[in-house]
């Protein structure tokens, strides 16, 4: 069982690029965290999504960032108009669904976005 | 809400010698406390969590957690180190129920194992 996949690992973007990060989840999850790291900082909750839905963003940026997770393919850190300040690692994580009790979440291997 | 505060930022140490990182929170009710481990350029990997029941923790790697509710922490230890320790380590807790589920993080201590 593949775990969560992140790509691409690193991104590099000039000043007002765009930059779009991708996550599959583990087989048979259906919630998905992105998180960012800053450095010698510990992870910041960025958004919690479910397939086509967004059910925690308040931990986004309210300018510039956005996310998806459709029904078919990889959830989306969409990040426009990039600042040096986005240089960051974003870690996505995923976990089952939600019964109500504890489930743990997987983490992927982060994207490190270098913003020049 | 609830925080974590993780007071060494760094912590050097001989191969083969005990460590402890501490780790204490805050919160006004009962939180689920973990600690997760992240080697270089890696994603986090989940050491060992405290959900309810016996105190002491026992996680991968030889690594142990002891829940203190009267004094708020959750101190990782480990009794020998190894080379293959050298990793950032991050506490976190977790309300149990309700909200969105997601975790704070503490901003990490660096664990560094000198031969």
């Known amino acids: 069982n593949a775990g969560v996949m992140q790509n691409p690992r690193h991104l590099v973007r000039r000043r007002g690029q765009e930059a779009r990060l991708r996550c599959s989840p583990m087989k048979g999850h259906s919630h998905v965290y992105w998180y960012r790291q800053l450095p010698e900082e510990g992870l910041k909750f960025m958004v919690y999504l479910q397939k086509e839905n967004i059910i925690d963003e308040s931990g986004m940026p309210k300018e510039r960032f956005s996310a998806e997770f459709p029904k078919e393919g990889p959830s989306i850190l969409r990040i426009q108009q990039v600042v040096r300040g986005d240089s960051a690692a974003y870690f996505c994580?995923?976990?089952?669904?939600?019964?109500?009790?504890?489930?743990?979440?997987?983490f992927g291997p982060g994207t490190r976005l270098t913003v020049l | 809400a609830q925080s974590v505060t993780q007071l060494d930022s760094q912590v050097p140490v001989f191969e083969e010698a005990p460590v402890e990182l501490r780790c204490n929170y805050s919160s006004s009710v009962s939180v689920y406390l973990f600690w997760y481990v992240q080697y270089p350029n890696q994603g986090l990997q989940l050491l060992l969590k405290y959900l309810s029941g016996s105190t002491l923790v026992k996680g991968i790697n030889g690594f142990e957690a002891e829940f203190n509710k009267s004094q708020t922490s959750f101190h990782l230890r480990k009794p020998s180190v190894h080379i293959s320790d050298t990793a950032e380590y991050f506490c976190a807790v977790r309300l149990p129920s309700g909200g969105s589920y997601i975790p704070t993080f503490g901003r990490g201590t660096s664990l560094i194992v000198h031969p």
């Open positions: 994580a995923s976990s089952p669904r939600i019964s109500g009790t504890y489930n743990e979440q997987f």
